[in-house]
């Protein structure tokens, strides 16, 4: 009984539901990102490079062999290097993407942390350690006109 209690604490603290939007949001993302690179980037890079498709792009270390029939008698051994472009490509958009959600992210939560910008509401935990240090600062600026008032 407290296995399922401690499950449903689990489950609805939002760590779980958390990790399945990202998890199907990623998803969504591979799929963008394999039809950006497959039928949109790939075909102009063919083109250009003279190749018809990076996809099936391979060096044949031996030969496939067939019976009469058309049967594999033997398999093909070769390496995929179109496949390798294709993933490194692939890698690279990501990357990139990644890259520039991050840096806006970072942009916004670093805007949202300075209590001087009026233009995003900061968060109240960093408001109320603005406000803390703005009266320290103010209180030693008190005392030390004090002790000076003194001497």
Do not use: W
């Not at 008190?142 to 002790?147: D, E, I, M, N, R």
Request: hydrophobic residues 50%.
């Amino acid at each position: 009984m407290k296995f399922f209690k401690e499950f449903k604490e689990f489950a609805v603290k939002g760590n779980m539901m958390d990790m399945a939007i990202g998890i199907i949001i990623g998803a969504s993302f591979n799929r963008v990102i394999d039809v950006l690179v497959k039928q949109v980037l790939m075909p102009p890079l063919s083109l250009m490079s003279g190749i018809v498709s990076f996809q099936n792009k391979k060096i044949i270390l031996r030969e496939g062999v067939f019976d009469g029939v058309g049967k594999t008698i033997i398999d093909e051994v070769a390496i995929q290097y179109g496949a390798l472009a294709e993933a490194l490509v692939d890698f690279l958009i990501i990357g990139f993407t990644v890259f520039l959600v991050v840096k806006a992210m970072n942009r916004l939560r670093d805007k949202s942390h300075d209590a001087k910008d009026k233009t995003v509401k900061t968060p109240k935990d960093i408001q109320l350690l603005t406000d803390l240090n703005e009266l320290m600062v103010e209180q030693n600026k008190l005392l030390k006109a004090q002790s000076e008032n003194k001497a």
